[in-house]
């Protein structure tokens, strides 16, 4: 059963997504974004609240999404950077007193650091080897976490409590309100900087090694390094994301940061549309409410109401939130011309 | 050195659980070319059948029975229904399905029978096997029914002509189709096969771990992590991945110091990494050439 060798044409995981298709348009943008700005003003602290979820959960889809959609890569291991990202701003913040926006950034660079590393062996691995892999690391991630000499940082398997920032040079804004702007300007920042990753050089040998990794190879793109590479800036951005998350909900403990937050943030991707930026905010917004939905349905059932809801949106468009946006961009052009 | 032997014994024991996971991931796995995140979840269900039927009255071995028959046509079922609408969906939708289902059986298992632990009878007996201290007659059972399955399936694959249509159907759809096999009918038939082995390792481990609706989530995972190490395209390999997770993960568990309970499974999984990385295709794998 050994030393058979198969010889197969193997279709690409994900399918190539032109580069133009993996944003909004300027003026769809530009209302979105308006949106953004405006909503918060009308809406109360909850909701706030949950709008800065939205965003900083959007952007670990985002991370998800430029490994998976733009390299090619699959990983179920995401919840681990997402932990240590939130982590390493908590313990800055609460043991060390550094003010929150140095965390972040600094969250950012070790993932990115853990993350490239963590590639380096992973560089063999492909498809479910490769998800097994990262499965590993999500698994081990809460138990680590919760390792005695570590305690004096981590607080063990209590976790640590982190203060809200109030709004800076006396800005006439609730907390909630002030961490929602603030989140806002990283997650735009990143997105910024993510559309233009994937359309440079860097973006492009992403793109060649997700199509075709030998071709890739044959036409000089260094394949071990931009795979790391992708791992690494995936890393880097969850890891900024889970230190949003550790700012907003004033608390970490290692079990939030289960293999349940890793699947979650992968149904994000695949009800967003896999490869297509905007569609991560869509993504998680559906994974923070259909739950609520599901519940509010049915209690008990809420598990298989879920469930449910998920097998209606793959079946209606498999390949999510982007086939909307394509169907309602030919309905758009079609109108404009009659 | 008996601490030793113990251990090894244990390991074997709860290894054939593994094993058996493990073949029915491959069976699926060899069909579809995707890992069934809701495998272990439709185990459990079908082990719920076979308890409800024995509380009706129905003696062990009909509910066994019963129970395979059902497992079997659920199996079928669930890729006619479910899953054969999403056969042209991208591969990450179909996961997506899997974890979908996974949700679905287990809340679903929770309302009907709650969330309350049960004993699980086991057919074999609990006493010492053969007067030995070492294992019980149900772990000595468990091996036995883990080998048995492991022939028949074997024999199936080898020597009967549906065996041989599914293998080509996994292998060369295309080709397959010319030669007038029913690729798709074959799909389900793995899907069918793979969900009655499932209930097998299911009813074989209700007993140890009792019966409860998250009884599954560990021992998939050491399923899956079985199939890996063993390589996913080799039944034989899954089944000997097995019976070294469970004797690896006893022999870390008492040995090395500081690892206990909480840390056996990213032990485990460790080692399959390092295994992965020497042997991307797994100890007993096809090595696949890709054209371009």
């Known amino acids: ?33 308006l949106l953004l700005l405006v909503v918060p003003v009308f ?12 965003l900083y959960l959007g952007l670990a889809v985002l991370a998800l999404n430029i490994l998976t959609g733009g390299s090619g890569q699959f990983s179920l291991g995401q919840s681990a950077f997402y932990g240590i990202g939130a982590y390493i701003t ?23 650091g853990v993350g490239f590393l963590f590639g380096q062996p992973a560089l063999r691995l492909s498809g479910v080897y490769l998800a ?46 002030w961490l929602y702007y603030f989140t806002l300007v990283v997650v735009l920042a990143i997105y910024i900087f993510s559309v233009n990753l994937l359309r440079s050089r860097s973006g492009r040998a992403f793109m060649a090694i997700r199509d075709n990794e030998i071709a890739a190879s044959a036409m000089g793109v260094n394949v071990a390094l931009y795979k790391t590479l992708a791992f690494g800036v995936s890393a880097g951005i969850t890891g900024v994301a889970g230190g949003l998350s550790a700012i907003a909900v004033q608390f970490v403990a290692p079990d939030s940061f289960t293999i349940t937050l890793a699947i979650q943030l992968f149904l994000g991707m695949v009800v967003g549309g896999v490869g297509w930026l905007p569609g991560s905010i869509v993504g998680a917004a559906f994974i923070i409410f259909v739950p609520n939905i599901a519940e509010g349905i049915s209690k008990g059932l809420s598990g298989a109401v879920f469930g449910v809801l998920l097998f209606l949106v793959i079946y209606l468009v498999p390949h999510g939130a982007r086939q909307v946006a394509i169907l309602g961009q030919q309905f758009a052009g079609r109108f404009r011309k009659n | 050195m008996e601490l030793f032997t113990n251990q090894v014994l244990a390991g074997i024991a709860t290894g054939a659980i ?42 062990y071995w009909g509910a066994f029975v019963i129970t395979l028959v059902f497992a079997f046509v659920g199996g079928v079922a669930i890729e006619r229904i479910l899953f054969k609408p999403l056969a042209k969906a991208p591969i ?50 468990m091996i036995g029914v883990t080998v048995l399955l492991l022939i028949g ?24 189709r010319l030669v007038g096999i029913n690729t798709s009918w074959m799909i389900a038939l793995g899907w069918g096969m793979a969900s009655a ?16 609706p998250n009884m599954m989530g560990g021992v998939l995972l050491y399923g899956f992590a079985a199939a890996v190490l063993g390589g996913l395209t080799s039944p034989f390999g899954a089944v000997v991945g097995g019976f070294l997770m469970g004797i690896f993960e006893n022999l870390a568990g008492t040995y090395i110091p500081g690892v206990g309970n909480e840390l056996k499974l990213p032990i485990a999984l460790a080692l399959i990494i390092s295994v992965l990385v020497v042997k991307p295709a797994g100890l007993f794998g096809r090595h696949i050439v890709k054209r371009v």
Not at chain 1, 3 to 28: H, I, N, Q, S, Y
Not at chain 1, 43 to 54: D, E, G, P
Not at chain 2, 43 to 52: D, G, L, N, Y
Not at chain 2, 197 to 212: D, N, S, T
């Open chain 1, 1 to 33: 059963m050994s030393a058979v060798e198969d010889v197969v044409t193997e279709a690409p995981a994900v399918e190539a997504v032109p580069k133009r298709a993996m944003t909004l348009g300027t003026g769809t943008s530009v209302v979105v974004l």
């Open chain 1, 43 to 54: 809406a109360k602290n909850f909701v706030i609240f949950q709008l800065t979820q939205l």
């Open chain 1, 90 to 112: 908590a313990v800055m913040m609460e043991q060390f007193n550094i003010p929150y926006f140095l965390c972040l950034p600094a969250a950012g660079v070790l993932c990115f």
């Open chain 1, 132 to 177: 097994l892999a990262t499965f590993a690391l999500a698994t081990a991630m809460p138990q680590l976490l919760k390792l005695n000499f570590l305690e004096p940082w981590t607080g063990g398997v209590q976790g640590l409590v982190v203060t809200k920032p109030d709004a800076p040079f006396g800005l006439p804004m609730s907390q909630d309100m």
């Open chain 2, 18 to 59: 593994y094993a058996c996971m493990a073949l029915a991931v491959v069976m699926i796995y060899q069909a579809i070319d995707h890992l069934n995140f809701a495998q272990g979840e439709m185990a459990m269900f079908s082990t719920f059948v076979s308890w409800q039927l024995m509380q009706w009255g129905v003696p």
């Open chain 2, 92 to 141: 990450l939708t179909n996961v997506a399905g899997f974890i979908a289902l996974f949700s679905i059986i287990n809340s679903s298992a929770g309302l009907i029978w709650d969330f309350t632990i049960k004993q699980y009878p086991t057919p074999f007996g609990s006493s010492p096997f053969l007067g030995s201290q070492l294992i019980s007659t149900h772990q000595a059972g």
């Open chain 2, 153 to 176: 399936l074997f024999f199936f694959f080898q020597y009967t002509r549906i065996g041989l249509a599914m293998r080509a159907a996994a292998s060369l759809p295309e080709s397959a």
């Open chain 2, 197 to 212: 082995i499932g209930a097998i390792a299911g009813m074989l481990i209700a007993p140890v771990v009792f019966l409860e």
